[in-house]
Nanobody
Framework: VQLVESGGGLVQPGGSLRLSCEAS????????MSWHRQAPGKERELVAH????????TYVDSVKGRFTISRDNAKNTVYLQMNSLKLEDTAVYYC????????WGQGTQVTVSS
């Protein structure tokens, strides 16, 4: 199983980024996927989750209305569109596969700074 995140970077407050997580080594369409983040000195937190079909989506309150999780099962990829970014969104963002055994990607750094 491999999860490879990309799309992080440096962005000004109010800007946007789109993270991607390309999965391999398992039947992607059978698993819910989620994005998590960990800021310096803080615990890792769930940002958004999407079920295997995309039929159910949840967000942490702090990103509702600004972030959108989506997936393309034909491309084995889950996305996180992040708009109206704030300083407090700065963190390493991780992709996670749930299920019987969980797997994590290596993370991608998102830095929001003026």
């Amino acid at each position: 199983v491999q999860l490879v995140e990309s799309g992080g970077g440096l962005v000004q407050p109010g800007g946007s980024l789109r993270l991607s997580c390309e999965a391999s080594g398992f039947r992607f369409s059978s698993y819910g996927m989620s994005w998590h983040r960990q800021a310096p000195g803080k615990e890792r937190e769930l940002v958004a989750h999407i079920t295997n079909t995309g039929g159910s989506i949840t967000y942490v309150d702090s990103v509702k209305g600004r972030f959108t999780i989506s997936r393309d099962n034909a491309k084995n990829t889950v996305y996180l569109q992040m708009n109206s970014l704030k300083l407090e969104d700065t963190a390493v963002y991780y992709c996670r596969r749930g299920g019987d055994v969980e797997y994590w990607g290596q993370g991608t750094q998102v830095t929001v700074s003026s």
